[in-house]
């Protein structure tokens, strides 16, 4: 991400912990319970021993926190990223106890990572690295345990070396990841789901808002997984995405980019940059956009107290984990701007990596058409959920969201006891 997106640093896991604690405060929770809530309850931090191609020995850290397991096995992705730290594993693993809370899936909330750079590493080094890793923490996985699933720089091949992995010393486990190939258990519309559920929460707001996906202006920033398969839904849904970008920087076109033409050009040159139909933007350029709907779909923090005064969207639907700080936030509201909390849009991924679990532990395989209904009818009912409790409290939809979740999981804490 350009540097001047973001000019001061903000600890993930603090903005993490403010937004659950306005939340606490509004519902009314005692000091005990939500310090029992906020702490994780499970940290592993290991060393990563990798022989790498040229024969050197490098030494990678990595982490996997286990925030809460009231409701479930815990469930979150691994991210491979020179900025990981236990600070921020921390917050996305709370980030994933709110998220399963919300859409009602049995899980709590778990998050992993190593800090490396794979851009910089062949596929053997990170086979290597990927296999140490799941080794060293093996024993706190399981598919009634711990069950990860990809995440930024991870996808279906490194799914598939955890699961290989773990399998060789527990025989064969295919529910003990999630997001594999569909060789080995993985499920049909899961590669997609966190991009389509961007696409359904976002029609589901609209409405709410008196505005039309038809013709709705949506800038998009981040063009992996997520947000490229937001791009293709959106466009489908009848929507005009004018700009997209990524870490190299972005593009745009107020007529509309043709998005199956670009990601096509993409895809061959691994960036969107150049994209020979449309002009070059920034990153920072593109958040400032005049447009309906801005999607921020890479990294956290990109939208800041700096910036947030130049944006000019009417919705932001937030694909990336914590991308608008608090501050950002307070400015945001201030300038009647609709934030959709992570936690809401970016649950499609969790529902479909859900699902997959379930046909796992049941030997079966879905149709792609029942998991993507499926999908929808989850995240249009906590959508409307959330909608709903912030009209009748007078909040705004990320507060309302982390009510929600928070008092699925303090139910589950005092029920099952402390004694």
């Given at each position: 991400?350009?540097?001047?997106?973001?000019?001061?640093?903000?600890?993930?896991y603090?903005?993490?912990?403010?937004?659950?604690e306005?939340?606490?405060?509004?519902?009314?929770?005692?000091?005990?319970?939500?310090?029992?809530?906020?702490?994780?309850?499970?940290?592993?931090?290991?060393?990563?021993?990798?022989?790498?191609?040229?024969?050197?020995?490098?030494?990678?850290l990595?982490?996997?926190?286990?925030?809460?397991?009231?409701?479930?096995?815990?469930?979150?992705?691994?991210?491979?990223?020179?900025?990981?730290?236990?600070?921020?594993?921390?917050?996305?693993?709370?980030?994933?106890?709110?998220?399963?809370a919300?859409?009602?899936?049995?899980?709590?909330?778990?998050?992993?990572?190593?800090?490396?750079?794979?851009?910089?590493?062949?596929?053997?080094?990170?086979?290597?690295?990927?296999?140490?890793?799941?080794?060293?923490?093996?024993?706190?996985?399981?598919?009634?345990?711990?069950?990860p699933?990809?995440?930024?720089?991870?996808?279906?091949?490194?799914?598939?070396?955890?699961?290989?992995?773990?399998?060789?010393?527990?025989?064969?486990?295919?529910?003990?990841?999630?997001?594999?190939?569909?060789?080995?258990?993985?499920?049909?519309?899961?590669?997609?789901?966190?991009?389509?559920?961007?696409?359904?929460?976002?029609?589901?707001?609209?409405?709410?808002?008196?505005?039309?996906?038809?013709g709705?202006?949506?800038?998009?920033?981040?063009?992996?997984?997520?947000?490229?398969?937001?791009?293709?839904?959106?466009?489908?849904?009848?929507?005009?995405?004018?700009?997209v970008?990524?870490?190299?920087?972005?593009?745009?076109?107020?007529?509309?980019?043709?998005?199956?033409?670009?990601?096509?050009?993409?895809?061959?040159?691994?960036?969107?940059?150049?994209?020979?139909?449309?002009?070059?933007?920034?990153?920072?350029?593109?958040?400032?956009?005049?447009?309906?709907?801005?999607?921020?779909?890479?990294?956290?923090?990109?939208?800041?107290?700096?910036?947030?005064?130049?944006?000019k969207?009417?919705?932001?639907?937030?694909?990336?984990?914590?991308?608008?700080?608090?501050?950002?936030?307070?400015?945001?509201?201030?300038?009647?701007?609709?934030?959709?909390?992570?936690?809401?849009?970016?649950?499609?991924?969790?529902?479909?990596?859900?699902?997959?679990?379930?046909?796992?532990?049941?030997?079966?395989?879905?149709?792609?058409?029942?998991?993507?209904?499926?999908?929808?009818?989850?995240?249009?009912?906590?959508?409307?959920?959330?909608?709903?409790?912030?009209?009748?409290?007078?909040?705004?939809?990320?507060?309302?969201?982390?009510?929600?979740?928070?008092?699925?999981?303090?139910?589950?804490?005092?029920t099952?006891?402390?004694?």
């Amino acid at each position: 991400m350009e540097q001047e997106i973001s000019r001061a640093p903000v600890s993930s896991y603090k903005v993490t912990n403010r937004q659950f604690e306005q939340a606490a405060e509004r519902m009314g929770l005692t000091e005990e319970l939500k310090s029992l809530l906020m702490m994780p309850f499970r940290e592993m931090a290991v060393q990563v021993p990798v022989k790498m191609d040229d024969g050197r020995l490098e030494v990678f850290l990595g982490y996997r926190v286990q925030h809460n397991g009231a409701r479930g096995p815990t469930k979150g992705g691994i991210r491979y990223h020179p900025t990981v730290d236990i600070h921020e594993v921390r917050s996305l693993a709370s980030l994933m106890t709110w998220k399963t809370a919300l859409t009602g899936l049995p899980y709590g909330g778990a998050k992993g990572g190593v800090n490396c750079d794979p851009s910089r590493m062949s596929i053997n080094e990170l086979e290597k690295l990927t296999r140490k890793f799941i080794d060293r923490i093996s024993i706190i996985l399981g598919p009634y345990r711990d069950i990860p699933a990809p995440d930024v720089n991870t996808n279906p091949q490194v799914m598939a070396w955890i699961m290989d992995e773990y399998s060789s010393k527990h025989g064969y486990t295919p529910s003990v990841v999630t997001g594999k190939p569909l060789d080995l258990g993985g499920s049909e519309g899961r590669l997609e789901a966190t991009g389509r559920g961007v696409t359904f929460i976002a029609q589901e707001a609209l409405l709410d808002l008196g505005l039309d996906m038809t013709g709705a202006s949506v800038a998009i920033q981040g063009f992996g997984n997520v947000g490229a398969h937001a791009a293709r839904f959106m466009e489908e849904a009848g929507a005009n995405v004018i700009a997209v970008s990524d870490v190299n920087g972005g593009i745009k076109d107020e007529g509309g980019l043709d998005i199956k033409d670009m990601t096509k050009y993409s895809q061959e040159t691994k960036t969107v940059v150049g994209y020979p139909m449309a002009k070059p933007i920034t990153n920072q350029e593109l958040l400032s956009l005049p447009c309906d709907i801005l999607i921020p779909a890479a990294l956290g923090g990109v939208i800041t107290r700096f910036n947030a005064p130049q944006l000019k969207a009417r919705v932001i639907l937030e694909a990336a984990n914590s991308p608008v700080t608090p501050r950002a936030e307070e400015i945001l509201s201030e300038k009647g701007v609709t934030i959709i909390p992570d936690i809401l849009a970016g649950a499609g991924g969790v529902i479909a990596s859900y699902f997959e679990w379930v046909q796992n532990l049941q030997q079966v395989q879905w149709k792609e058409e029942q998991v993507n209904q499926r999908l929808k009818e989850i995240l249009t009912a906590s959508y409307r959920e959330v909608y709903q409790t912030s009209i009748k409290e007078e909040i705004d939809l990320r507060t309302a969201a982390y009510m929600i979740s928070i008092d699925k999981v303090a139910r589950a804490e005092a029920t099952r006891g402390h004694n």
